[in-house]
């Protein structure tokens, strides 16, 4: 009889309770990429942002304005290859509930400051033409069941009234943390239809042709409009993000320290099972040596069944977890990149394999350890 | 006769680091449960308790917020004479016209800059308001550019020390004192003057975003309502005080709850799981013991009580150990954006005693559901096989 063919008589034996530890797993690992999830949905919009993207904002706050002259200003910069912009919009679709980002944006730069969204060519064309036009994200396209070529009104908060857009493209993100549940529409739209920002925009976008430039040219941008009517403040689009996710406050050590609970306790669990079910066998065990098996034989064989319904529970956690995140954000809209990554799930299996070990190691050391006449003295 | 409740006491003690595992992952559950209960609802009581019953608020029609309102000065006029508001002694409706703008301070705990909300208030702010306290310095005096800061704020950000000077909107600003609201949204505010802000930002002046109104009493607040609705001058919305401000609640409340219960309810399945696996071993190390009870005349149905029971009383410890864990937290700060003003929102967690108790209920029912099928099991165990383990 081979090792493999005595492993899997065990896992014959006290069915239910090896079940229901492999599930405590995978109800361990579900959580694990649940808080994975939420974690990247707050910190991958930063890991993702340009460091060769500057924000221009105004100095006070995002949500003033700055003048729409500075726009030829800022192209005359050296190390500036392209200047887009854009303006906030904050319209309703049916309900307030219905929660998602709306962009007015410039049509002529916007595509190449964003290359990571990615718009079939025709489609961009046919926004482009389309004064009325709009362009959304696949998610949002998706959330809303939206077809090109449909109408879709929006009602004004800031800019008042119903303003109807027509579907003409749906964009893509290149990376998975891409956030595809925006809404863009023509800032020429915007100027036309209202004259509350006519001359402004919400906010610059710059790129910068040598990322390493990127502070000086921050340095200067802010320089140039110092003691104007609008100064501004000017960060890459990795600072800006950052600093805006740290408004929420320190999610960080709210999400490390559930884990740190879950973790703890599913060791616990865990490890009291394998103890139990080990300490039950003591005699059997004693039996095995006696025939001859040894005790790095008998260590390994313990591990591997820690092990296996570690990877097994851990393994179904984590399946379900994936499933989950293919659901769609549970939150209606405030976070818009729920993705369980590849990463993740690596990571998940290391922490199941680890946890597995830890669990396994000291009732396989001690059997290891233990002497065949104490072992056959209980039985 | 049912079993005595001793046999289950001295079984715990007896099996103490079999407990403990189960105590320790129910204790955990109960402990995330209460903060996420915690957590939304002093969110929630912060923004709730912001509004006074006999207040409304009015905003530009269609306006969901502040930020997206506006209301002329003549507009502003009309309202004043209409009947249900409170009057001074000169007969002058109690209302404060104000200004909302946003701006970036540093925050004392990252360094970095967060929005704060400040409002620009009018000469009855303190009268329309009367939860207002000032704690240290003085209020504002009309036509200078003075601030004060919400208790809150001040510890929120750096650089709002009294008399110190501050810079925003391009002009110096002086601090003359600090206000108390109660633990309300506006405690995370900063005040100045209505006309000064307006200046400051080039706003147009005498252009408001939002009247609060004092009314005579809350009862007279569909009348006056209507009057406001009904004129043909005037494109107004009217909202009682305390519905605008729940309503700005209601978001982050459901984010907070959705992903809080989510963790917790698979938490509690996990901890479901390892209360069910420890009182099967309690189950199997014990069959000769429950044998001898059978054999001694006990019912099948008196050994699932005695298990089920045995599991519940495991499980309320838990529940215990959780609320002693996470009751440190209570009157805890926390802070963090409110999406509807876009600015810094400051909070306390609130535990309040019925969390404590639903939490308990939580830890019982996962006990019940731990205990009920080892128990079921128990109760089967064949009296004559298992006594010839003896």
Not at chain 1, 36 to 64: C, T
Not at chain 1, 142 to 169: A, C, H, M, S
Not at chain 2, 324 to 333: E, F, G, R, T, Y
Request: proline share 3%; net charge neutral.
């Amino acid at each position: 009889m081979n090792s493999i063919s005595l492993l899997l008589v065990n896992f014959r034996r006290k069915r239910i309770r090896k079940i229901l530890t492999a599930c405590s797993f995978a109800a361990a690992l579900f959580l694990f990429g649940i808080l994975a999830i939420i974690y990247d949905a707050f910190y991958l919009p930063i890991e993702i942002a340009g460091s060769d993207r500057l924000v221009v904002q105004n100095k006070i706050s995002l949500i003033m304005p700055l003048p729409y002259s500075y726009r030829e200003k800022l192209t005359q910069i050296d190390g500036i290859d392209l200047v887009s912009f854009g303006s906030w919009f904050g319209g309703v679709y049916q309900s307030e509930r219905n929660f998602f980002v709306q962009f007015a944006v410039d049509t002529e730069t916007w595509d190449r400051m964003f290359p990571e969204f990615v718009v079939p060519p025709e489609q961009w064309k046919a926004f482009v033409e389309d004064r009325q036009g709009c362009i959304v994200g696949q998610k949002l396209a998706e959330r809303y069941g939206w077809k090109i070529g449909d109408r879709i009104p929006l009602k004004g908060t800031v800019f008042q009234g119903v303003w109807e857009f027509n579907l003409r493209g749906i964009f893509q993100g290149k990376r998975a943390g891409d956030d595809t549940s925006q809404f863009w529409f023509q800032y020429k739209y915007l100027d036309e239809q209202s004259d509350l920002m006519r001359g402004y925009v919400g906010w610059y976008y710059v790129h910068v042709s040598d990322p390493d430039r990127a502070v000086a040219i921050s340095d200067e941008i802010d320089d140039l409009f110092a003691n104007s009517p609008f100064e501004t403040v000017t960060e890459t689009e990795k600072a800006w993000t950052a600093a805006f996710i740290k408004q929420f406050g320190n999610i960080k050590v709210l999400l490390l320290s559930v884990g740190g609970v879950v973790f703890f306790t599913l060791l616990l669990i865990t490890g009291s099972n394998m103890a139990i079910s080990i300490r039950e066998r003591t005699g059997e065990i004693g039996i095995m040596k006696t025939l001859g098996f040894s005790g790095a034989r008998i260590l390994f064989m313990v591990l591997a069944e820690s092990l296996f319904m570690a990877l097994a529970g851990g393994g179904i956690g984590l399946i379900m977890a994936k499933l989950f995140a293919m659901q769609g954000d549970p939150t209606g809209g405030f976070l818009p990149a729920f993705y369980l990554s590849s990463r993740n799930i690596l990571l998940g299996l290391a922490i199941s394999v680890l946890i597995g070990l830890a669990a396994g190691i000291i009732p396989a050391l001690q059997s290891m350890r233990l002497r065949i006449v104490d072992a056959l003295r209980r039985v | 006769m049912a079993i005595p409740f001793q046999y289950n006491i001295r079984s715990i003690i007896v099996r103490w680091s079999s407990t403990l595992v189960a105590v320790v992952s129910i204790a955990g559950v109960v402990a995330v449960f209460i903060a996420v209960l915690a957590l939304a609802y002093g969110f929630e009581k912060t923004l709730v308790s912001s509004g006074s019953p006999e207040n409304a608020i009015i905003l530009r029609g269609g306006a969901t917020g502040e930020m997206e309102s506006a209301i002329s000065l003549d507009q502003i006029r009309i309202v004043q004479d209409i009947n249900g508001i409170k009057r001074d002694k000169d007969g002058v409706g109690v209302m404060s016209s104000e200004v909302v703008v946003v701006a970036a301070f540093p925050m004392k705990s990252t360094g970095t800059d967060a929005n704060a909300q400040v409002r620009g208030v009018s000469g009855d702010v303190l009268q329309v308001r009367n939860n207002i306290e000032i704690v240290r310095g003085r209020f504002l005096n009309p036509g200078l550019n003075e601030l004060v800061v919400g208790s809150k704020a001040s510890r929120l950000y750096s650089g709002f020390d009294l008399n110190s000077t501050v810079l925003f909107g391009g002009t110096s600003w002086v601090v003359v004192g600090v206000f108390d609201a109660g633990g309300s949204a506006f405690d995370s505010e900063i005040w100045c003057n209505a006309d000064n802000l307006n200046q400051t930002y080039k706003r147009p002046q005498n252009i408001f975003q939002s009247v609060t109104v004092s009314l005579t009493s809350e009862d007279v607040f569909d009348t006056f309502k209507n009057a406001v609705t009904t004129d043909p001058r005037l494109t107004l919305s009217v909202e009682r005080e305390i519905e605008f401000y729940a309503k700005q609640s209601e978001s982050v409340t459901i984010l907070i709850r959705v992903l809080g219960f989510l963790v917790a309810s698979v938490m509690a399945i996990g901890a479901i799981f390892g209360a069910i696996n420890t009182m099967y071993s309690a189950v199997s190390a014990r069959s000769v013991e429950i044998a001898t009870l059978r054999a001694l005349g006990f019912k099948a149905r008196h050994i699932i009580i005695s298990f089920v029971t045995e599991s519940v009383l495991i499980a309320l410890i838990g529940g215990v150990v959780g609320i002693l864990l996470i009751l440190p937290v209570n009157h805890q700060a926390a802070s963090t954006m409110n999406w509807q003003s876009f600015s810094q929102l400051s909070f306390t967690f609130v535990i309040r005693p019925e969390f404590m108790l639903e939490g308990l209920l939580f830890a019982a029912l996962m006990g019940f559901l731990g205990g009920l099928f080892p128990a079921v099991r128990a109760s089967r165990v064949p009296i004559v096989t298992a006594l010839r383990g003896l």
